[in-house]
């Protein structure tokens, strides 16, 4: 059954995976921006094709595309930072049920962005840094958490890979390189990705 699976999801267009994006008051929407674009420009490659509607917490929304029947999961965006000292910031995190299936709801740092830029560039070079730069900087990470966190939903499995996109833990290097993380999904994997777009439910309107 995988394997005539596989052979189809090889053939065909994946459908489209829309992501409801809810932001927390004071945080920039030109980061938030960056960030779609580049978990979009990841996932391109792999032929998953991203859209998204923003609720920006005042009654007004945007969308980037129209779709009619897609998947939808939701991207809360918080501006919370991690506060234990001995356990790694996360950008990103999507919860698992019981049965090991991914929540449709993934989380994202905002603070914990901002305090790894600080950290890794020292406090005195990121006060220099104008806003855009700021922006750029907090949206690469941010969209490249995004897109791991989108993996773990599309391959409905918490497990990481030694190298690329998928690993567990991330140097603040990779999170900020201009130059974006390849992910390579093979013929299996595009077919666990269409079977998961496939079987869930049509999105809601909201």
């Not at 994946?14 to 030109?30: T, Y």
């Not at 897609?70 to 790694?88: H, K, L, N, Q, Y």
């Not at 070079?125 to 958490?145: F, P, Q, S, V």
Request: proline residues 6%.
């Amino acid at each position: 059954m995988l394997s005539a699976l596989a052979v189809t999801a090889a053939t065909i267009a994946l459908p489209p995976l829309m992501l409801g994006v809810h932001m927390a008051r004071g945080i920039s929407e030109k980061t938030v921006a960056i960030a779609l674009v580049e978990a979009a420009a990841i996932w391109r490659g792999p032929g998953v094709t991203l859209v998204w509607k923003i609720d920006r917490g005042d009654g007004a929304t945007e969308a980037a595309a129209p779709c009619r029947s897609c998947v939808r999961i939701e991207v809360v965006v918080e501006s919370g930072t991690s506060a234990d000292p001995f356990i790694p910031m996360p950008l990103g995190w999507i919860a698992f049920d019981e049965v090991d299936d991914p929540a449709r709801e993934v989380h994202l740092s905002f603070g914990n962005a901002v305090t790894l830029v600080r950290e890794w560039y020292g406090a005195a070079e990121a006060n220099r840094m104008t806003l855009y730069e700021r922006d750029i900087l907090l949206g690469r990470a941010l969209g490249r958490a995004l897109a791991h966190e989108v993996g773990h939903y599309l391959f409905r499995s918490k497990a990481h890979t030694k190298t690329g996109l998928m690993q567990a833990h991330q140097k603040a290097a990779a999170f900020f390189s201009p130059v974006s993380p390849r992910l390579d999904v093979d013929t299996v994997q595009k077919a666990l990705i269409a079977s998961r777009l496939a079987a869930s439910p049509p999105a809601t309107s909201h």
